[in-house]
């Protein structure tokens, strides 16, 4: 079995983060899914998912007394997903700005790298970035 990856993220009303992923593309797995919690497959060939919980059952995973940061006043982690094109990246961001979600930091162009962020419903920031592949072969040569 090959290794998969689980970003678990407090989230305060499952509905609403629901639609806001939807509207960007992403699906729910239901066999994860459930009253307290959403499985978003962010990439099931890569085995790639977010396990967005409810706050009270996302707590029942920490460390006895340690808070659950408050994601509208700090920042507690960056989500980094790659694009295929900056077209892609553009629409993505532009979605996530129609559907709820709050810009994050202004665009960023080094022309061989472009990419956008922005805060889900919950102040969570995700990151959009697409590389030049050619710029990246040559960087690995």
């Known amino acids: 079995m090959s290794k998969m990856i689980f970003v678990n993220l407090p989230v305060q009303d499952l509905e609403r983060t629901r639609a806001?992923?939807?509207?960007?593309?992403?699906t729910f797995n239901p066999q994860f899914s459930?009253?307290?919690a959403l499985g978003m497959v962010i990439d099931?060939?890569?085995g790639i998912h977010a396990m967005l919980l409810l706050e009270p059952f996302f707590k029942t995973f920490t460390p006895k007394g340690k808070e659950i940061a408050d994601a509208t006043r700090t920042t507690e982690t960056?989500?980094?997903l790659s694009a295929e094109s900056?077209?892609?990246?553009d629409d993505l961001a532009e979605r996530?700005?129609?559907n709820g979600g709050s810009p994050a930091n202004e665009p960023m162009d080094e022309g061989f790298m472009y990419g956008r962020s922005?805060?889900?419903p919950d102040g969570h920031v995700w990151e959009v970035v697409?590389?030049?592949?050619?710029?990246?072969?040559?960087a690995g040569s």
């Open 118 to 120: 922005f805060q889900d």
């Open 44 to 46: 099931e060939d890569n």
């Open 20 to 26: 806001f992923f939807t509207a960007l593309g992403f």
């Open 78 to 80: 960056i989500i980094a």
């Open 34 to 36: 459930d009253e307290n």
């Open 96 to 98: 996530a700005l129609a």
């Open 86 to 89: 900056r077209a892609e990246v």
């Open 130 to 138: 697409w590389m030049d592949p050619a710029a990246m072969e040559s």
